[in-house]
C-alpha cells in the first residue's frame, strides 16, 4: 500500500473549525456550516491550526474516503471564507421565460408558451437573484449551491421537442468564487 496514513489540512487564519466527535462545525466571516463526517476506519483529529485525517484501516476504500472528507472540509472552508457563485443564462428564441424568487422556489413562467410555470426547488440558505436574462446563485455551501442550480437547468430540460432546434431553457455558463 503505498498511499499515506493521513491527511493534513491547514485552516486558514479568520476561520473556527471546531469538532465534536464526528460534528464538524466551520465558522468564518460569511457564516457557518455544520456537517456529520464520518466513515468506519477513518479518524478526524483538530490540532493547533491543522485537521488530521487518519486512517485506522489502510485500504482502498478508506483512502478514497479519506481524500473525499478532506475535500468536503476544504469545501467548507473556501464557503465560509468567499461565497460561491454560479452564472446562469436565460436562452430563449421566441416565448420570454419570465422568472420570480417565490420562497423556497423558482418559478419559471412561460417557458416555450406553456400557460402552468414551472417550479426549481433552492436548496437551503442559498440565495437566487433574476438580473435580466441572468440567474445568479450563490451561498456559503458548494453542495445547495451547486444543486440549486442543477434543479434550475433540469426545470426547462426540453423533453418533447428536438433539443437541437429549441435550445430555449437556463443553463449554467461560469462557476466562480466571491
Do not use: C
Not at 26 to 55: A, C, F, M, S
Not at 125 to 149: F, L, P, S
Amino acid at each position: 500500500m503505498g498511499k499515506e496514513l493521513e491527511k493534513v489540512l491547514d485552516i486558514p487564519e479568520g476561520i473556527e473549525v471546531v469538532l465534536k466527535d464526528n460534528d464538524i462545525s466551520v465558522n468564518g466571516p460569511n457564516g457557518v456550516i455544520h456537517r456529520e463526517l464520518w466513515y468506519p476506519g477513518i479518524v478526524i483529529d483538530q490540532k493547533d491550526n491543522t485537521i488530521i485525517i487518519n486512517l485506522t484501516i489502510n485500504r482502498k476504500k478508506q483512502q478514497a474516503m479519506a481524500g473525499t472528507i478532506a475535500s468536503h472540509i476544504r469545501n467548507m472552508i473556501g464557503g465560509v471564507a468567499s461565497s460561491y457563485i454560479y452564472l446562469l443564462k436565460v436562452v430563449y428564441s421566441h416565448f420570454p421565460i419570465q422568472l420570480t424568487v417565490d420562497g423556497d422556489y423558482l418559478k419559471i413562467g412561460n417557458f416555450l408558451g406553456e400557460k402552468k410555470p414551472r417550479k426549481a426547488k433552492i436548496i437551503g440558505d442559498t440565495t437566487v437573484k433574476v438580473k435580466g436574462n441572468e440567474v445568479v446563485v450563490k451561498g456559503i455551501n458548494i453542495e445547495h449551491v451547486g444543486q440549486t442550480a442543477a434543479n434550475i437547468q433540469q426545470a426547462t430540460k426540453i423533453k418533447r421537442f428536438d433539443p437541437r432546434v429549441f435550445q430555449d431553457g437556463i443553463y449554467v455558463v461560469e462557476k466562480t468564487r466571491g
